[in-house]
């Protein structure tokens, strides 16, 4: 019997279309963002429309909340801060938003429609969102993963510390004797606590590391100003924007820049084999084994440069 692909999560879509943008702004929710999924145009824009319309529709969201969301991603294509790409792969420039405005028409279709009395604008379809930038404008709701204490007589079942989870305490239990759960300390002083033992005879680089604040991306993306175009900086931004921790914390403060190049071409490769980097986008050569690599120095040009010393 062959195993049967995994199906493909629409919130990994490197490029996120209208709906989803504006749905992620509105609910946070990455399944609904999965749900609105054309699978990165595979199934046609059309397909895309109407799967928003009809969440927006299901999920009861109130239209002009919905418009709301529309206005503030407007305001940031206008601004410069996000960047809207046509269908034709073209990126719209921010001054053209004064003419545009994206609205929640009939059918809670969303679409993008020219204001005022200009006829000499074209008309834009198939237009989508960079999902590192949307991601950095409107970052997921945070949860806690602290580690916790639980009054193990007071527990039924498992303790559910995980985005929503639930755990279930005893109906009898008094908590004016002490709270059922609560955040264990970070302060370690007198507390023999896993990772702290780990850290006393392990690797301090490491561990300094991770109390270091990390260097960010520049607060802009990247892009060749006479052109417009992505370059190779262009691409080393969206990759460190597409790893969960360099994403929110930044590169190790400690990587030199050739460490910092190998670990961002390695997960260069990974997200080329999940889909979610097109090549086409950006100006990348292969090595002598045929692997599509990012300079280093194009790495450290995509990040804020360090502080000098002293400074």
């Known amino acids: 019997m062959l195993n049967a692909p995994e199906e493909w999560n629409g919130y990994l879509d490197a490029y996120w279309t209208t709906g989803q943008t504006v749905l992620w702004i509105v609910t946070g929710d990455p399944w609904v963002v999965d749900q609105a999924s054309n699978d990165s145009g595979r199934l046609g824009e059309l397909w895309g429309q109407l799967k928003a319309a009809e969440l927006i529709d299901n999920l ?15 305001r940031l294509c206008l601004d410069g801060t996000m960047t809207a790409i046509d269908g034709r792969n073209r990126p719209i420039p921010a001054i053209e938003w004064r003419h545009l405005k994206i609205v ?22 198939h237009v989508v969102f960079s999902r590192v930038e949307v991601l950095r404008e409107f970052k997921p709701a ?19 510390i995980y ?33 702290h033992q780990e850290e006393q005879g392990g690797d301090h680089g490491v561990q300094d590391a991770d109390r270091v604040p990390g260097r960010k991306r520049l607060a802009a993306k990247p892009i060749d100003k006479r052109t417009g175009r992505a370059t190779t900086v262009t691409a080393a931004w969206d990759v460190i924007g597409l790893h969960d921790e360099w994403s ?19 997960h260069l490769r990974k997200l080329i084999k999940q889909g979610q980097i097109d ?5 990348l050569n292969a090595n002598s084994n045929g ?7 194009s790495v450290g040009r995509a990040l804020v440069p360090r502080r000098s010393r002293g400074t």
């Open 104 to 125: 929640l028409g009939d059918g809670n279709v969303l679409a993008i429609q020219h204001v005022g009395q200009s006829t000499i604008m074209p008309a834009y379809s």
């Open 163 to 195: 985005a929503g989870g639930i755990t279930q305490a005893d109906a009898d239990y008094d908590e004016r004797t002490g709270e059922v759960l609560r955040s264990l300390t970070t302060d370690f002083q007198g507390i023999q606590y896993g990772a």
């Open 279 to 283: 090549l086409n986008d950006y100006p």
């Open 142 to 160: 945070e949860t806690s993963d602290a580690p916790m204490i639980a009054v193990g007589e007071a527990i039924n079942g498992g303790v559910n």
């Open 248 to 266: 929110t914390e930044g590169i190790p403060p400690n990587w030199s820049e050739q460490k910092a190049g190998k670990e961002v071409n390695k």
């Open 291 to 297: 692997q599509y690599e990012i300079s280093a120095d």
């Open 60 to 74: 009861n969201l109130p239209p002009e909340h919905v418009q709301d969301a529309a206005d503030r991603l407007r």
